[in-house]
């Protein structure tokens, strides 16, 4: 079993539609929940990060995290066509700095 | 905002040479970098954990007399594939660690490799 399980999609949606992007884990010594975004041949860029659990809002994107039910998810609102690309979750315990990466869920956001 | 660069960002090669992939942090340094290989449609795949004066740590099932990683100082590590052959070709990215830093790592462009 993978530590960290995530959709791999494809996900397409028209403009202006709520996205919700998921994972879960099994490690519940994770702390630390990134959502990365990755555009098409190029580095991850890191959109949100929360630590434990709980909520966490920025513009468009909404973060989620429920410890107890080892699930955590993203939102996007108000989707654009620029919001197409692959999202990944990744995960880190307390100690050390490795992230645990889920596979990815590739977004196209139709005009 | 921390950048990391990758150099260069598209490589061709012919099998059996070998190829250095540059990973800098141009604005900070960073104690741990870590190398990632990604195929097409895949996620990022760790391959390595490379500690600035000290050896690298090799996830298991990658070679290390293959991909030889070196972090001779705070802002420059670098991947070399040693004989590489066409099922090397992939996209390789690094990223870099603030040494004060909880969570974050900054990913650089990544390079895409093909070997011929």
């Known amino acids: 079993q993978k530590e960290v399980e995530q959709d791999p999609g494809p996900l397409s949606v028209p403009e202006g539609a709520i996205v919700s992007l998921n994972c879960t884990y099994s490690?519940?010594?994770?702390?630390?929940f990134m959502w990365y975004r990755q555009y098409s041949r190029k580095g991850p860029e890191l959109l949100m990060y929360?630590?434990?659990?709980g909520n966490k809002e920025d513009g468009r994107f909404t973060a989620q995290v429920d410890k107890s039910s080892k699930y955590i998810s993203l939102f996007i609102r108000d989707s654009q066509p620029s919001d197409s690309a692959t999202y990944l979750c990744?995960?880190?315990?307390?100690?050390?700095?490795?992230?645990?990466f889920g596979e990815g869920t590739q977004l196209t956001v139709n005009p | 905002g921390a950048v990391v660069s990758q150099h260069p960002s598209w490589v061709i090669c012919k099998s059996g040479t070998s190829v250095k992939i540059e990973c800098r942090s141009l604005?900070?340094?960073?104690?741990?970098m870590f190398w990632y290989r990604q195929f097409p449609k895949q996620s990022l795949m760790l391959m390595a954990t490379?500690?600035?004066?000290?050896?690298?740590?090799?996830e298991q099932g990658v070679e290390k007399d293959k991909f030889l990683i070196n972090h001779a100082s705070l802002t420059l590590s670098t991947l070399t594939v040693t004989s590489a052959h066409p099922e090397d070709s992939s996209f390789y990215i690094c990223?870099?660690?603030?040494?004060?830093?909880?969570?974050?790592?900054?990913f650089g462009p990544g390079t895409r490799l093909t070997v011929t």
């Open positions: 929360t630590y434990s659990s």
């Open positions: 990744a995960m880190k315990e307390t100690s050390g700095s490795r992230l645990t």
């Open positions: 604005d900070f340094q960073a104690t741990t």
């Open positions: 990223s870099a660690h603030p040494p004060r830093g909880d969570y974050e790592q900054y």
């Open positions: 490379s500690n600035e004066g000290s050896k690298a740590t090799y």
């Open positions: 490690n519940s010594a994770f702390q630390y």
